[in-house]
């Protein structure tokens, strides 16, 4: 991106004669998988980016058409390869080196020597005006002292960049079991908590399932509360101001509202009519009053402190002085509350064999593995530049949030002439890696003038990182304010943001106006022709999220995990059939999309590898009560699923000789748009077996973005049926 930003959009098409990326890597990507069997990179091939397509663009190419909203690890490297292979052909301008890795670049007067290795070892030096570094933040694994991994360790010891599956991190999963442990609490720690929990699950409760797989469990040590959203909440908040330009938002479930809409967490995140203008910067030092306020903002969304899923989750009044640092995970949070997550607080001081001593005092034994969640160190990404520059960089190994101190977001170091960064920072969001990429390319082009001379007149960023860097009160990101650096940029470069489409929008009940979300491009440059319909997509998808039931079947699906208590009455008008009661538990055990009865009559064949995806087994069982005084234990199975493709929501039917897989469709359910927002989202079905009716109603009431209690009423009729059922479901906590 930043090759094809010099080539074809610097101010003059003179300025830059040809641009060499060097890549380490046989393909472009970098840390994003090309393809779905390419697993030698840093992301899983099928990770759900945390981002959605809306986000996670460039200003002048759309996502192909079928992107799922939250696009898969191998999706986002096809992007970035495709991105290339529209801007960026080989010819005199353009030179590509893969599998070449940078030995040194040193600078020499008004040059740069760069010496580079291919894959054969050959080592070949070559001279350039100009070196920009995009070689990534995440540059080495961390691991902590007390967990390195050895080849005496009885136990596999990886990072989390590295887990793929729980073949590859169990040798012998049917072994006699033991608790994988997982050490770190921030994004990559409860991500991959999360992600080996499902998995486990999946493992247990497939129609074969894994022998000793229930013997395993997650144990994850944190050293503080983390709030964790899933990955689409609700646009709908209410807002007003505080001290510091901060907000304080309310959602407008804990207005009375149980339906409220759903969207990418983005949406609400970036939605620019929920700040005042001009953005005031909220990243770096967090005040204990910003802190404060931000907790609350947090809490509001997701409707609890999150104290019913674990203690050590929750949030107390101490807890909200300090900074808070968020996470993005679907399952996690019910994984904890189920038990097949153990939270533990504290840091791992030893682990001796199989035994992991804490911090706190506690032990936990009977480990299988570990899985180090702690980071990386961006050290080795800038490793081919030498002392001098290093130096000049205040270049400290010792603070790997902000291991360099560059001028203007991030970009350059006036005392280093011809070096630029593009990227080398923690969440790099695309928009700014393209600001970035366009600020170099003016910057190098031509002397600083007008706008972009006051702003590095005025900036500041290499004393305030400096002055950051042994702050206890630093900023989760430190460079996390998306549309603050947004508009800092595009001022600098006298970009102009684009009017946002918000034809047809609903205004917001929290600020009488309709959604504005942020994305990159909001700031084309012109000839752009491929902005226009980006922004008619976002404003499509939020057109059918706040109008539409769109995205509550996915919200409903996600939130079903776990144990619920069930309570179900039967009234029948027919004397053969019985009414009366049933108490007890219903279980929605997550797992692996599985073969009905139509897949394996199908000629195609498809594969996990081909079609990821995830279903529940719902198993309910308890006591059934006849009105006449007769009782007797009963239990029913279902498979519950969520096409991502179609965004619908279905029931099936198990098999009756084996009630571990799915055999035919029961219904789909179809949701509707409720005449207000107070009484929980309905849903109706319908099925019809043999001569018997099904009438299928649904009501799914939510606590922010939580399922908090729904209920299923069936109307029977047919020859011989004339019954209702009608029952409700609570959530209760325990495995």
């Known amino acids: 991106?930043?090759?094809?930003?010099?080539?074809?959009?610097?101010?003059?098409?003179?300025?830059?004669?040809?641009?060499?990326?060097?890549?380490?890597?046989?393909?472009?990507?970098?840390?994003?998988?090309?393809?779905?069997?390419?697993?030698?990179?840093?992301?899983?091939?099928?990770?759900?980016?945390?981002?959605?397509?809306?986000?996670?663009?460039?200003?002048?190419?759309?996502?192909?058409?079928?992107?799922?909203?939250?696009?898969?690890?191998?999706?986002?490297?096809?992007?970035?390869?495709?991105?290339?292979?529209?801007?960026?052909?080989?010819?005199d301008r353009f030179e590509l080196k893969?599998?070449?890795?940078?030995?040194?670049?040193?600078?020499?007067?008004?040059?740069?020597?760069?010496?580079?290795?291919?894959?054969?070892?050959?080592?070949?030096?070559?001279?350039?005006?100009?070196?920009?570094?995009?070689?990534?933040?995440?540059?080495?694994?961390?691991?902590?002292?007390?967990?390195?991994?050895?080849?005496?360790?009885?136990?596999?010891?990886?990072?989390?960049?590295?887990?793929?599956?729980?073949?590859?991190?169990?040798?012998?999963?049917?072994?006699?079991?033991?608790?994988?442990?997982?050490?770190?609490?921030?994004?990559?720690?409860?991500?991959?908590?999360?992600t080996i929990a499902s998995h486990l699950s999946s493992a247990m409760y497939s129609p074969t399932p894994t022998p000793n797989i229930d013997k395993y469990t997650v144990h994850n040590v944190v050293q503080r509360p983390i709030w964790v959203f899933p990955l689409y909440t609700s646009p709908e908040v209410r807002v007003s101001a505080t001290d510091g330009g901060m907000m304080e938002r309310l959602t407008l479930n804990q207005a009375g509202s149980a339906a409220a809409p759903f969207l990418p967490l983005d949406f609400a995140s970036y939605n620019l009519n929920n700040r005042k203008h001009p953005l005031d910067n909220t990243q770096g030092h967090i005040t204990v009053e910003s802190a404060q306020a931000t907790h609350g903002i947090f809490q509001a969304v997701l409707g609890t402190d999150q104290g019913v899923f674990s203690d050590l989750l929750k949030f107390s009044d101490e807890d909200k002085k300090e900074q808070?640092?968020?996470?993005?995970?679907?399952?996690?949070?019910?994984?904890?509350?189920?038990?097949?997550?153990?939270?533990?607080?504290?840091?791992?001081?030893?682990?001796?064999?199989?035994?992991?001593?804490?911090?706190?005092?506690?032990?936990?034994?009977?480990?299988?593995?570990?899985?180090?969640?702690?980071?990386?160190?961006?050290?080795?990404?800038?490793?081919?530049?030498?002392?001098?520059?290093?130096?000049?960089?205040?270049?400290?190994?010792?603070?790997?949030?902000?291991?360099?101190?560059?001028?203007?977001?991030?970009?350059?170091?006036?005392?280093?002439?011809?070096?630029?960064?593009v990227g080398f920072y923690r969440s790099p969001y695309l928009g700014v890696m393209e600001m970035q990429a366009r600020f170099l390319a003016k910057y190098w082009a031509s002397t600083p003038c007008g706008k972009l001379e006051q702003k590095l007149a005025e900036d500041v960023s290499i004393q305030r990182t400096m002055s950051l860097r042994d702050d206890p009160r630093l900023s989760q990101f430190p460079m996390g304010d998306y549309p603050y650096i947004m508009q800092e940029m595009a001022d600098a470069l006298s970009l102009d943001i684009t009017k946002p489409k918000v034809e047809g929008l609903p205004v917001l009940g929290h600020n009488n106006q309709p959604l504005d979300m942020l994305t990159?491009?909001?700031?084309?440059?012109?000839?752009?022709?491929?902005?226009?319909?980006?922004?008619?997509?976002?404003?499509?998808?939020?057109?059918?999220?706040?109008?539409?039931?769109?995205?509550?079947?996915?919200?409903?699906?996600?939130s079903l995990l776990g144990k619920w208590r069930l309570e179900r009455d039967l009234v029948s008008k027919l004397p053969s059939h019985p009414s009366g009661h049933f108490s007890g538990t219903a279980h929605f055990h997550l797992r692996s999309k599985t073969p009905d009865a139509a897949d394996e009559t199908s000629t195609t064949t498809t594969t996990a590898a081909d079609e990821p995806g995830l279903e529940y087994l719902y198993v309910e069982e308890g006591e059934f009560q006849t009105s006449t005084g007769f009782g007797f234990r009963a239990t029913r199975r279902y498979v519950w699923r969520y096409d991502d493709d179609r965004e619908v929501l279905s029931v099936w039917f198990t098999r009756p000789e084996d009630q571990a897989r799915a055999d035919y469709l029961f219904h789909e359910v179809e949701f509707e748009q409720p005449p207000d927002r107070t009484g929980g989202w309905d849903a109706k079905a319908g099925h019809l077996c043999i001569d018997d009716f099904y009438d299928v109603k649904y009501n799914f009431r939510f606590e922010a973005v939580n399922l908090e209690a729904w209920t299923v009423g069936y109307t029977v009729k047919g020859p011989k049926k004339d019954y209702t059922i009608h029952g409700r479901y609570s959530r209760e906590s325990g495995v």
């Not at 098409?13 to 090309?34: L, N, R």
């Not at 599998?99 to 040059?111: E, F």
């Not at 540059?139 to 590859?168: M, T």
């Not at 001796?352 to 001593?357: F, K, M, V, Y």
Request: hydrophobic fraction near 35%; charge should be negative.
């Open 1 to 91: 991106m930043a090759a094809k930003t010099l080539l074809r959009d610097a101010p003059s098409p003179a300025s830059f004669s040809k641009v060499t990326v060097f890549d380490a890597q046989a393909d472009v990507g970098g840390m994003w998988p090309t393809s779905k069997t390419d697993t030698g990179r840093q992301v899983h091939p099928f990770m759900v980016a945390n981002q959605s397509r809306h986000t996670m663009h460039l200003s002048d190419m759309a996502w192909d058409e079928g992107t799922p909203q939250l696009p898969l690890g191998w999706q986002v490297g096809q992007y970035y390869k495709k991105y290339m292979e529209r801007y960026l052909s080989p010819d």
């Open 324 to 421: 808070p640092y968020l996470a993005a995970s679907d399952w996690y949070c019910d994984f904890v509350r189920s038990g097949l997550i153990t939270l533990f607080k504290g840091k791992v001081d030893a682990l001796d064999g199989t035994t992991a001593s804490l911090t706190t005092g506690e032990k936990i034994d009977n480990i299988a593995a570990v899985v180090v969640a702690t980071g990386f160190d961006p050290s080795p990404s800038i490793s081919y530049l030498p002392e001098s520059v290093l130096s000049k960089l205040n270049h400290s190994p010792k603070h790997p949030e902000q291991s360099v101190a560059l001028a203007f977001h991030g970009t350059h170091h006036p005392d280093v002439p011809g070096l630029g960064f």
């Open 520 to 558: 990159p491009s909001r700031y084309p440059l012109p000839g752009n022709t491929e902005a226009d319909g980006i922004l008619q997509d976002t404003h499509d998808v939020a057109l059918s999220a706040l109008t539409t039931p769109r995205f509550v079947p996915r919200a409903v699906f996600r």
């Open 98 to 194: 893969l599998s070449t890795r940078v030995v040194s670049a040193v600078p020499r007067g008004d040059v740069w020597d760069v010496v580079s290795r291919g894959s054969e070892g050959e080592e070949v030096k070559a001279e350039f005006d100009r070196v920009i570094v995009a070689s990534g933040f995440f540059g080495k694994p961390v691991f902590p002292p007390a967990l390195s991994p050895s080849s005496s360790s009885p136990i596999p010891i990886i990072h989390s960049s590295a887990y793929r599956d729980l073949e590859s991190l169990l040798p012998n999963p049917t072994a006699s079991g033991g608790k994988i442990l997982v050490v770190g609490g921030q994004m990559s720690g409860v991500e991959i908590a999360g």
